[in-house]
């Protein structure tokens, strides 16, 4: 998450044993945000959150809702949390997998059972947790999915589907649904003859970094007095290797507990200190992170304005 923790669900535990939300810090404190009570609030999680916004996640559960076939949720990463959708067996059932943001505003998903033909389908719902079904898999083009669909970069969907596919072998498939024609096709049938039965996500993998574009970063940073009154001095060793023009300035944000960014400052390459003034932030425990647009996240931690 923004606010530098870990975000996921366990399948069995809390309250009623059937299933938490929680949070993780870096250094292990756990903190449960919800506790599944089974019926319409959802059981038995068995994907992960998707934040969609800094302090904002959906979820799916495999069983419960008012069909007793999965639910959808919104949950905050302080722990509000709504179900959404009781899924059935016309927009899929029993989901296995995670939600995507397809950065269209709508969540992207599968049901392991249900559809036209009862045996999967894939889905989108918006964030009001309307449900509208994309494609019912036939057995032909695969059947019973149990990942999560994959946004693929020429904006396509792909995914997994654990069975059917070939007529004989019925050993599953891999899949694309095309968003601009609403077809859905395969694009490897398993035959039987060596990997079988697909029951994971597919990841794709970016094949266009050059060498003069690959940055190799050593960080060292350090962020002084801590407490402080809001102003403090911030200590960046930053050595990347590489050619000049792929350097580029690395930036700090700053985040409250809620996760609401409060500042943000570009830092130079070169600089080795800078002073830092938040003004008026008022007392409390913030997260810093120190990030590159070559290097990715270079340091993450926690200071307090006394």
Known sequence: ?????????????????????????????????????????????????????DSIMYGMTYAGGTYSAGTIFYCTTSG???MLSS??????????GTLINGKDGYLYGMGYYGGMWYVGTLFRCNDSGTVNV?????????????GSPTLGTDGNIYGTA????????????????????????????FTGTGPVQPQGDLMEMNTSVTGI???????????????NKG?????????????????????????????????TQNIQNDAKQSTINLGSEPSGVY???????????LANGRFVIE
């Open 1 to 53: 998450g923004a606010d530098g923790n870990f975000y996921g669900m366990t399948r069995f535990g809390g309250t009623a044993n059937i299933g938490i939300v929680f949070k993780c810090s870096p250094l292990g404190v756990l903190t449960v945000l919800h506790s599944f009570t089974g019926g319409a609030d959802g059981e038995e999680p068995l994907g992960s959150v998707t934040i969609v916004r």
């Open 213 to 227: 574009n690959e940055v190799a970063a050593t960080t060292n940073v350090n962020l002084y007095p801590n407490p």
């Open 287 to 297: 997260i810093y992170k120190v990030v590159s647009g070559n290097s990715g996240m």
């Open 162 to 189: 654990s069975a059917g596919g070939n007529l004989t072998a019925k050993a599953g498939a891999i899949f694309k649904y095309d968003r601009v024609s609403s077809q859905l096709t395969d694009i490897l049938q």
């Open 231 to 263: 102003e403090f001095t911030l200590e960046v060793n930053n050595t990347e290797t590489g050619s000049a023009d792929t350097k580029d300035n690395v930036k700090l944000e700053v985040y409250n507990t809620v996760g609401q960014m409060v500042h």
């Open 134 to 146: 994309l494609a019912s898999f036939n057995d032909t083009d695969g059947a019973y999915p149990m």
């Open 80 to 82: 509000k949390y709504r």
């Open 87 to 96: 899924l059935n067996s016309t927009t899929g059932m029993f989901p296995m």
